[in-house]
């Protein structure tokens, strides 16, 4: 009940999240079109820094970041550190538990990651691109669950649970293809530093520490020091996700326990006068109160409090921030007809026919051989809808073109506003033509949770 609960919880922020997403994206697509197209693109390349003395808690290399930068290396570390948590509550109390229930899923991300990697390395064979192969095998759970969404109850509970369970496996995938494919030159004095606070923290979590800041201070000097040691700094906000306690320090029934205790220096009879405004309450009153909300705070775990806490901040601020960012794109440098060839033709077929073909043909592939089962009330042909919403992979798929192509200079920029092509279009058609399929293939009527 709790992994159907966060599962419910999850697609609500998500879907109303997708809609701050979009309003982001068109918003950069129309500004990076319009007259003030010189003071969009410019601004991103404004320096920003945070000093102290000669101490630059935003410099690396020898310079400061600019805007961008910041937005990508910052404030998405922020973002996959609550991908970091929401990956270890599945694996905890979650989908993710028992590998009998994860193996559909499982396999189809796999699949949905490995097909379209290799038509996008088959149809750039020979190119100059291909250090971008990476950017169609992301879903984005946001918007592909802020379709499904519109549905409400038409679609199976189980379909649910495989698309979020799915999308964020996807998410382990692209955690890992950055770390291992998109790291330079390694300091390895810092990633010393940077294990000795992770040992800081672990420990910090064993001592029963429920202190937010504990951790988002050791985080953030976790962060500088991969921001300096060569691996992507969005690293460090998963691997400190790993490390926050999902156990509260204080159990439900002890809280319970303290409530009861506590309620009785509030007698009935002082509150049954309706007429008074406002009550006084004595000292002791006023302690009782202070012990329970004490109480309160440590019966949630850092984990979760956490996770509730930063569900708003990414959904409404960080993710559409980065949209806004990297979602503008330049028409007057690119022509539609581009869409069909080179690197935006890869993308294209990579998200559209790349993640629904791998997705598909993994669960049929484990369902036909009976190794799981059919998801409850499902469909084949509501699955292959589901499969389609793969397809958006907006928000990581951004991601990594940025990493694949943003310091390559004048050549580099240019692949880069072709692959944002390919993968607005992509994740467009993708999400358009998931919501027709599912509207054919739903039942009319709503499915009992």
């Not at 109850?153 to 293809?177: E, Q």
């Amino acid at each position: 009940m709790d992994s159907l609960y966060a599962i419910k919880k999850s697609i609500k922020n998500y879907a109303s999240g997708g809609n701050v997403l979009i309003i982001a994206t068109l918003l950069a697509f129309i500004i990076a079109n319009s007259p003030l197209a010189d003071i969009y693109f410019s601004w991103w390349a404004q320096p920003i820094s945070l000093q102290l003395g000669n101490f630059d808690l935003f410099g690396h290399d020898g310079r400061s970041m600019t805007v961008m930068e910041f937005i990508n290396d910052a404030l998405m570390a922020i973002f996959f550190f609550s991908i970091g948590l929401e990956i270890k509550r599945e694996v905890l109390v979650g989908e993710l538990t028992s590998i009998k229930q994860a193996l559909l899923p499982v396999v189809a991300a796999i699949g949905g990651m490995v097909i379209p990697v290799l038509l996008f390395m088959y149809i750039g064979r020979g190119s100059d691109f291909l250090r971008g192969s990476a950017i169609p095998m992301a879903t984005d759970i946001a918007f592909s669950l802020g379709v499904l969404a519109m549905f409400g109850k038409r679609v199976p509970i189980s379909l649910k649970i495989f698309l979020t369970t799915l999308a964020v496996v996807d998410d382990i995938g692209g955690i890992l293809v950055i770390a291992f494919f998109y790291s330079t030159h390694i300091e390895a004095i810092y990633l010393l530093y940077a294990a000795g606070l992770f040992l800081l923290l672990w420990l910090g979590g064993r001592a029963g520490i429920n202190s937010k800041m504990f951790y988002f201070t050791l985080g953030g000097v976790v962060w500088f020091l991969f921001l300096n040691s060569g691996i992507h700094p969005t690293i460090a906000g998963v691997l400190v996700a790993f490390c926050i306690p999902a156990k509260p320090v204080l159990a439900t029934s002890h809280f319970i326990s303290t409530i009861r205790k506590e309620i009785k220096n509030f007698p009935q009879e002082q509150f049954n006068d309706e007429s008074e405004p406002s009550i006084m309450l004595s000292k002791e009153q006023i302690n009782c109160l202070k012990s329970i909300e004490s109480a309160s705070d440590k019966v949630i775990s850092p984990l979760q409090d956490l996770e509730d806490t930063l569900h708003p901040v990414i959904n409404y601020f960080i993710i559409p921030l980065f949209a806004f960012a990297n979602a503008g794109i330049a028409l007057s440098g690119i022509e539609l007809s581009s869409l069909f060839t080179g690197i935006s033709l890869a993308v294209f077929v990579g998200l559209l026919f790349g993640k629904f073909l791998g997705i598909f043909l993994s669960a049929w592939l484990v369902i036909k051989l009976r190794i799981v089962a059919m998801p409850t009330h499902s469909t084949w042909k509501s699955l292959a809808a589901v499969s389609v919403l793969g397809g958006i992979g907006f928000t990581v798929s951004l991601f990594i073109a940025n990493l694949s192509f943003g310091d390559m200079g004048a050549e580099g920029a240019s692949l880069l506003e072709q692959a944002k092509l390919g993968i607005v279009m992509g994740s467009l058609v993708s999400g358009i033509l998931g919501y027709f399929l599912l509207n054919l293939f739903l039942p009319r009527q709503s499915e009992e949770e």
